[in-house]
């Protein structure tokens, strides 16, 4: 570290140096080896450049994830008041007669929610509306394709959205929200096809259960790490006051 210091505090005097002779018109006699070697300079130029490319990094990183945390904030308000305006027009979901991996089910729920929200595209369960690979939060492959039981469409703020109905089984081992019945999961990619099209990261769940919408984990946030599916990180996102703690 100390060498390190050594090859910033000189590359700033013949930086300095440099200047000074460059404003009296006098370069050429300008020498780097008054200040170092022309391969200690090459160092000091890599070292700044790999610090600076860090720094970088976690800057865009961090910009990302607020733009992120504020896209999931946007669409759990919509879930939410928009399922009051489904549940008035359409009673509760429990009268929906709703099957599991059923695409007719995840069409049905669509159609209800869809006079409500603002659609760019509609896809049903052909491709164009979901970015693929997307990842569990372990890094592990987690959807290559579309399934003919989903349904799926975009947004106008570009937030991409996946309507599936699962077994109260699956939702409360995978999404761990504790359910009576079959029940509509909406999965939101919400910074759409931009990367990383990760579960936990910019993919979040919510569970129609009833008469409301319930953010995956809601009951039990077991899978939230990085070693496992993530799928029930979104409830743990909202507790921790809409920060991603568990990286």
Same mark, same amino acid.
């Given at each position: 570290? +100390?060498?390190?210091?050594?090859?910033?505090? #000189?590359? =700033?005097?013949?930086? +300095? +140096?440099?200047?000074? @002779?460059? *404003?009296?018109?006098? %370069?050429?006699?300008?020498?780097?080896? *008054?200040? %170092?070697? @022309?391969?200690?300079?090459?160092?000091?130029?890599?070292?700044?450049?790999?610090?600076?490319?860090?720094? =970088?990094?976690?800057i865009v990183s961090a910009i990302d994830e607020k733009k992120n945390m504020v896209a999931l904030r946007k669409i759990q308000n919509s879930l939410t008041q928009v399922t009051q305006l489904v549940i008035v027009d359409n009673m509760s979901p429990l009268y929906w007669n709703l099957s599991e991996y059923d695409y007719n089910s995840a069409q049905k729920a669509y159609s209800y929610y869809r006079p409500y929200f603002k659609v760019l595209r509609e896809c049903s369960n052909q491709e164009g509306c979901w970015k693929y690979p997307t990842k569990y939060l372990s890094g592990r492959v987690y959807l290559t394709h579309t399934e003919p039981y989903q349904y799926m469409f975009t947004l106008t703020d570009g937030m991409n959205v996946l309507i599936n109905v699962f077994s109260k089984?699956?939702?409360?081992?995978?999404?761990?929200?504790?359910?009576?019945?079959?029940?509509?999961? $909406?999965?939101?990619?919400?910074?759409?096809?931009?990367? /990383? +099209?990760?579960?936990?990261?910019?993919?979040?769940? $919510?569970?129609?259960?009833?008469?409301?919408?319930? /953010?995956?984990?809601?009951?039990?946030?077991? #899978?939230?790490?990085?070693?496992?599916?993530? @799928?029930a990180c979104t409830a743990r996102v909202m507790s921790d006051n809409w920060k991603i703690s568990y990286y």
């Amino acid at each position: 570290m +100390n060498y390190i210091s050594f090859l910033l505090s #000189n590359l =700033i005097h013949w930086e +300095n +140096n440099l200047k000074h @002779l460059i *404003s009296r018109g006098d %370069f050429r006699k300008f020498s780097v080896k *008054s200040a %170092f070697s @022309l391969s200690e300079l090459l160092v000091a130029l890599t070292i700044i450049g790999v610090i600076a490319a860090l720094v =970088i990094t976690n800057i865009v990183s961090a910009i990302d994830e607020k733009k992120n945390m504020v896209a999931l904030r946007k669409i759990q308000n919509s879930l939410t008041q928009v399922t009051q305006l489904v549940i008035v027009d359409n009673m509760s979901p429990l009268y929906w007669n709703l099957s599991e991996y059923d695409y007719n089910s995840a069409q049905k729920a669509y159609s209800y929610y869809r006079p409500y929200f603002k659609v760019l595209r509609e896809c049903s369960n052909q491709e164009g509306c979901w970015k693929y690979p997307t990842k569990y939060l372990s890094g592990r492959v987690y959807l290559t394709h579309t399934e003919p039981y989903q349904y799926m469409f975009t947004l106008t703020d570009g937030m991409n959205v996946l309507i599936n109905v699962f077994s109260k089984e699956i939702i409360e081992e995978e999404f761990g929200v504790r359910v009576d019945a079959p029940s509509v999961v $909406f999965i939101v990619d919400v910074n759409g096809d931009r990367r /990383p +099209n990760q579960v936990g990261s910019d993919i979040f769940a $919510f569970v129609l259960d009833e008469d409301r919408i319930l /953010p995956a984990g809601a009951d039990s946030t077991y #899978n939230c790490n990085t070693a496992g599916f993530g @799928l029930a990180c979104t409830a743990r996102v909202m507790s921790d006051n809409w920060k991603i703690s568990y990286y």
